[in-house]
């Protein structure tokens, strides 16, 4: 273990900064957002001190906050970004763009409900609607967590030029002070090497960008973009191996929380696994044998880690802090599709638990597990408060 750390009391957004300061990104276009506003704040206070050396732009909103991170990216520079809720929704065109021209930033999002009705409060919604935009997607527990992945996320992205979303729970996550670990600059700069694309705009090698394509060219490209897109659950595995080895942290892609002898397991991703670790041991105490799988990485679904790390389990209890309209709860629905086939098939229940920002309990969690293994699983998944 590397003795290069230092602890500070940082909340998550701040924790988000000193991750974004630590990866050395030269061009950083934000539009401030609650509750993303403190992570501009930390790094122009970062700047101010000269402590951060990058390029702080605020246009006039989300849409040319994308607008302005695609060239800088292009042109082979390190770029970072931040926002939540309507302002990832106001960027929504231009994250297909971000992707098909594998612009590798990397954006935290933290996660908010969206409009309307108007709120401020938790909620997944907002980052899991981009799923198919062409962005690697990670759900964070907390500020420890926040840090690590955004520089994890910029090895993973560079590595397959693809653009990356590090989520966070808006409060839980994002304002919530906790003791975090700050690597030194120098065993970061060991981890992350500095960003040099193979190809980018550069008028000394003349090469074509933004032209349109024929029907064989884009498909080839969209072909392109699955098979990197194929590569990330083993480029995150590795990222994280290699930054356990310098810090003793590890996240995994999949993470089994006293799973062993267990026979049902509990599936959710973001704030809520703390509360669901909590719970586990809870329920531990008294016999229940139940465990946790929590999902790091949500895109592209690790799908053979994620089978897996639930193979022997009679029962699977999905808890969404999302709601996807005449749908359900997006992970229930992408893991029902992930085990479907599977042998012998678990029973899979889905729960909307904590949409909006509802506070779920350890208690409420094992009142969700008892009340589950008493129902039938069922395609839908049930709303439960």
């Known amino acids: 273990m590397s003795t290069q750390t230092k602890a500070i009391l940082l909340t998550g957004n701040q924790a988000v900064a000193w991750g974004a300061r630590l990866a050395r990104p030269k061009v950083v276009p934000v539009y401030p957002i609650t509750p993303q506003t403190p992570v501009l704040e930390q790094l122009t206070e970062f700047a101010a001190e000269g402590s951060f050396d990058a390029e702080i732009v605020t246009p006039e909103s989300e ?29 929504h065109e231009l994250l297909h763009y ?26 997944q919604t907002d980052s899991l609607s981009q799923r198919d935009t062409g962005w690697i997607q990670y759900y964070v527990e907390d500020a420890q967590e926040a840090l690590d992945s955004v520089l994890q996320a910029f090895r993973v992205a560079e590595q397959v030029m693809l653009p990356t979303m590090v989520n966070l729970d808006a409060f839980y996550v994002s304002h919530a002070l906790e003791p975090v670990q700050v690597p030194e600059q120098a065993l970061v700069d060991g981890y992350l090497p500095a960003f040099n694309p193979p190809h980018r705009l550069d008028t000394d090698k003349v090469e074509s960008w933004g032209n349109v394509a024929t029907q064989d060219m884009y498909y080839r ?78 895109r592209p679904l690790p799908v053979a880690a994620l089978s897996a790390a639930l193979v022997g389990f009679d029962d699977i209890i999905v808890l969404d802090r999302n709601y996807s309209p005449g749908h359900g709860g997006v992970l229930h629905q992408e893991l029902r599709a992930a085990l479907y086939g599977s042998t012998p098939a678990p029973r899979i229940h889905g729960l909307l638990a904590g949409v909006g920002g509802v506070n779920v309990s350890p208690a409420k969690v094992a009142e969700f597990v008892s009340q589950a293994l008493q129902g039938e699983a069922g395609t839908e998944s049930q709303w439960v408060r």
């Open 221 to 298: 490209h969209r072909q392109g973009l699955a098979e990197a897109m194929a590569r990330v659950p083993a480029l995150a595995a590795q990222a994280d191996r290699e930054w356990a080895e310098l810090t003793t942290r590890s996240y995994g892609v999949i993470e089994r929380y006293r799973c062993d002898g267990a026979r049902t397991a509990i599936v959710t991703m973001g704030s809520m696994c703390g509360t669901v670790r909590d719970a586990v041991d809870a329920m531990r105490d008294v016999g229940v044998a139940v465990g946790l799988v929590k999902v790091r990485l949500f």
């Open 98 to 123: 971000a992707s098909g021209a594998r612009a590798p930033i990397v954006m935290v999002n933290v996660n908010r409900t969206v409009a309307s009705p108007w709120a401020f409060w938790p909620d």
């Open 63 to 91: 849409h040319s906050v994308m607008s302005a991170c695609i060239p800088a990216s292009l042109v082979g520079t390190r770029v970072f970004t931040a926002t939540a809720s309507q302002g990832l929704l106001l960027m």
